[in-house]
């Protein structure tokens, strides 16, 4: 059996968790390279993003991560779930379940009203976890602008 999991907040960058999103980030997108380390520290730096890491919880290895990030607007505090990511060899742990869960906790406890994410539909393992957690699709179009 593998070891737990344990769900941690970022609270420094350094190589060593640069080294650990250069494995994850081409897993979830080919396109895009991991954050440098003025990136991440960006990341956990702001007050609007929490970096969520699930470790090995006997070997403090990363196997996933997701960034939280709270925002207030005019009608609410919201959140916004990004980028999860579980390294392939760590899938069927539990570790996305964990991950999210947390996130959940810590958005309730910022005082979010609504925790949003996208999943594209060729994810469909992601899709059926987020389902299960709760989430419901919304009817609605998602625009982007590139910049």
């Not at 250069?22 to 895009?32: A, G, H």
């Amino acid at each position: 059996m593998s070891a737990p999991v344990t769900i941690e907040v970022a609270t420094a960058a350094t190589p060593e968790l640069v080294a650990a999103f250069e494995q994850l980030i081409p897993q979830l997108s080919k396109s895009s390279p991991g954050p440098s380390l003025p990136e991440l520290a960006e990341m956990i730096e702001s007050p609007a993003t929490d970096v969520l890491l699930a470790l090995d919880s006997e070997t403090d290895a990363v196997l996933g991560s997701l960034v939280l990030v709270v925002f207030r607007i005019p009608t609410a505090v919201r959140a916004w779930i990004e980028d999860v990511v579980v390294d392939g060899a760590a899938r069927g742990r539990g570790v996305g379940e964990a991950l999210n869960q947390f996130a959940l906790e810590l958005a309730r406890a910022k005082g979010a009203k609504t925790v949003d994410l996208t999943s594209r539909p060729s994810r469909e393992a992601a899709n059926r976890l987020y389902q299960r957690l709760g989430f419901v699709a919304r009817e609605t179009n998602v625009y982007r602008f590139d910049l």
